[in-house]
Structure formats: structure tokens, C-alpha cells
């Protein structure tokens, strides 16, 4: 699945983790894909968190400011868990279904070896 392709499948559900630990290197290109998913979440009025990013991954996304679209999460259970403490009580207890998983694959540097995680509503 190409990184365009998580909008398509972030349709399924209205939140939506990225995790970032398994990407070395993000390219403009990486970094666009990122913006458009923010732009097409916050239009289609869906969340989106960011889990795990190493340091460099971290800086970057600090320095392009887009920890000030997504919110960052140092590990994808912080960032699943984040979403559960924003559900009311009664839909905390229909969160509990398994998140599906969607591996995003690229050929270049540009969001290679992420894991796109829908959670459950």
C-alpha cells in the first residue's frame, strides 16, 4: 500500500495511529504524504495520532512543525491508549475489539515500514 492510500483506509474508522518506529528517514515526499493525511482527517473530521517516532524522526517532524497538526506519542500503545482515555466511559467498553492493520509500503525512503492502525471506535 502506497502512503496515499491511508485516507482510503482511515475511512473506516475515525481514528487512525501511525507508527513510526520502523522509518529511518522521511524525504519531502514523506513529508507531504503526512500533510495530506492531516488535511484529509481534519476535512473528513477523523484524528489521527503519531506513534513512536525515533529521535531523528522526531526532530524532523519538531522542526517542520507538525507536532503541531499530530499529536506524538512516544509508543504506539501511549497513543492507543490516548484515544481510549478521550472516549466517553460507555464507548471505552466497545473499544475493546482488536485495531485492525494496514503495513504501508514504499520503494524509497519515504514512509517505508509503517504501520497505519485504525482503532476501533
Known amino acids: 500500500m502506497r502512503p496515499g492510500e491511508i485516507a482510503e ?8 495511529v501511525i507508527d513510526l518506529s520502523g522509518v529511518e528517514m522521511i524525504d519531502a515526499a514523506g513529508l507531504g504524504a503526512l500533510i495530506s493525511v492531516a ?3 481534519q476535512a473528513s473530521q ?12 522526531r526532530q524532523l517532524l519538531e ?3 507538525l ?13 492507543t491508549v490516548a484515544f481510549h482515555a478521550q472516549a466517553t ?4 467498553h466497545q473499544n475493546d475489539a482488536p485495531a485492525s492493520h494496514a503495513a504501508i509500503e514504499d520503494s524509497r525512503h ?6 497505519c492502525m485504525m482503532v476501533p471506535r
Do not use: C, M, W, Y
Not at 483506509?9 to 487512525?16: F, G, L
Not at 477523523?46 to 524522526?57: C, D, F, M, T, W
Not at 507536532?67 to 509508543?75: A, C, N, Q
Not at 466511559?89 to 471505552?92: C, E, L, R
Open 46 to 57: 477523523r484524528s489521527v495520532k503519531l506513534a513512536a517516532p525515533g529521535n531523528l524522526i
Open 67 to 79: 507536532t503541531s497538526v499530530f499529536e506524538v506519542h512516544p509508543t504506539l500503545d501511549a497513543a
Open 9 to 16: 483506509h482511515a475511512a473506516q474508522t475515525r481514528r487512525v
Open 110 to 115: 519515504t514512509a517505508a515500514n509503517v504501520t
Open 89 to 92: 466511559p460507555a464507548i471505552a
Open 39 to 41: 488535511l484529509t482527517a
Open 63 to 65: 522542526l517542520t512543525k
